[in-house]
């Protein structure tokens, strides 16, 4: 479906007068390589560009060049098997964080950060080593710099280091006695959002932040010896990874995506920046978090089993196909407000578990074997949604989109343990929930 999805767009990208106008216009500018966005349109080395991606969240810790996690063959093929499918794009994360209360449960290790300002270099190589094999693959990477989320650290562990309370994890997966457990939801996101909105801690946790920005944009690969904020194999910067709502405050968080994304301009004028929102809380929230001047590229998920429209013990096809109906309003939706900015967009997530059919177990419900029919019909119709709402068939803003995650010839463990297996699916979910491997029928 990918081959299929990338052939197409890059034969009919930039199809008629008014494409062809702005291509000779943006060939005639410097910065060859980088791509870069003019109007709803990305462009690369002056010809049109379409993202056709995937997320590899695992990617800077598989680039070590040794430890637990560290798999440069595996990288190596997972990137060579993507590329022959026409992905051209992979979202990677730089940033992970220790804790000062020891290890914690369901989080990436070894962390990239330990404590504000203290770094493992030995993970930082590892993002080199990763970057610096992608222009083998003819691929970019969009780099988020954080994460909402507890599974890498994120920022909620800015606030715990800033007030040296402890996290109020959401609910997790526990991977000993295979169910979900955990904590409230909202207490959570009330933690977490203090990050860029509690006025007691906002100027720390920024610095710090910051701090971070700094080091990861002007950063000098140790294997290719180019700045990051010089390497055109770095598609865009990401502020975070789903950064969400503040209730009834648009202009706070306006604020922080501003001043955040004018910082990184500040720093590297070159890259695109986005905001790593969903865009899942309509038009009025969709504009507080991508009108700043300095977003150039707006940025939706779409999770139809989180948000509640997708039912996973029904096996019929009516359950997969009001989810795909969903999906369609939403990414027409984004489109239209991605137009209202003049900015091009790309759904940076979607993704959908295995049949399963209302079973709870991640060992035999999310192996290979385990069938993907619902799966194969819900990304068919993203392909789909995606193509009607950008350049090829239509005059919508889509970029293109980047399927969760892919997993590549990691499979889920075969017991139950708390030992990291490095699928698609982050630690605090089970194994191969939401995993593309390299066997599956996607391809």
């Known amino acids: 479906m990918f081959t299929a999805l990338y052939f197409i767009l890059t034969l009919s990208f930039g199809v008629g007068a008014s494409s062809q106008t702005v291509s000779q216009h943006i060939m005639a500018q410097p910065n060859v390589g980088f791509v870069s966005a003019h109007g709803t349109r990305l462009f690369r080395h002056g010809h049109p560009h379409y993202i056709s991606g995937a997320n590899y969240w ?21 990137l060579s098997t993507l590329s022959s499918h026409g992905v051209n794009t992979v979202r990677i994360l730089a940033a992970s964080e220790g804790s000062q209360y020891g290890w914690q449960a369901d989080r990436i290790y070894p962390a990239l950060m330990a404590s504000p300002g203290t770094y493992n270099m030995e993970v930082f190589e590892g993002l080199d080593w990763f970057l610096a094999q992608l222009p083998r693959f003819n691929m970019t990477a969009v780099v988020s710099i954080s994460n909402y989320w507890t ?58 932040f910051r701090d971070h920005i700094r080091r990861v944009i002007t950063r000098t690969n140790v294997y290719t010896g180019v700045e990051y904020r010089n390497d055109p194999s770095i598609l865009a910067w990401e502020l ?11 202009d706070q968080l306006f604020r922080w995506i501003n001043e955040t994304a004018s910082f990184i301009h500040s720093l590297d004028a070159r890259h695109l920046v986005t905001t790593g929102a969903e865009s899942k ?32 013990t029904d096996p019929s096809l009516g359950s997969v196909d009001f989810a795909i109906q969903e999906m ?9 407000w991605s137009q209202e900015l003049d900015m091009p967009c790309a759904l940076f997530e979607y993704g959908l578990m295995r049949d399963q059919w209302g079973s709870s177990a991640g060992l035999s419900a999310y192996t290979p ?44 463990p075969v017991l139950p343990t708390e030992e990291m297996s490095w699928t698609g699916d982050p630690p605090h979910e089970p194994p191969g929930w939401n995993s593309v491997y390299d066997n599956d029928t996607l391809f």
């Open 328 to 336: 369609r309003k939403f990414v027409r939706g984004v489109s239209e």
């Open 58 to 78: 695992q990617a800077m810790n598989l680039g070590m060049s040794s430890g637990p996690s560290s798999s440069r063959a595996r990288v190596l093929d997972d």
């Open 240 to 250: 975070m990874n789903e950064p969400q709502i503040i209730p009834d405050d648009y």
């Open 369 to 412: 074997s385990a069938p993907v029919t619902h799966r194969n019909r819900f990304y068919a119709a993203v392909a789909d949604a995606v193509l009607e709402n950008g350049p090829c068939r239509g005059e919508g803003a889509f970029a293109g989109a980047a399927f969760w995650a892919y997993a590549g010839s990691a499979r889920p």
């Open 151 to 208: 599974w890498s650290g994120g920022v909620a562990q800015y606030v715990s280091w800033a007030t040296d309370t402890r996290i109020p994890y959401p609910v997790q997966w526990d991977h000993l006695r295979q169910v979900f457990v955990g904590g409230e939801y909202q207490a959570y996101l009330d933690y977490t959002n203090r990050f860029y909105a509690d006025p007691l801690v906002y100027n720390t946790t920024q610095r710090w």
């Open 281 to 312: 809380n309509g038009q009025q929230w969709f504009h507080a978090m991508h009108r700043s001047p300095y977003i150039s590229l707006a940025s939706a998920h779409f999770w139809p089993l989180n948000w509640g429209l997708y039912n996973s």
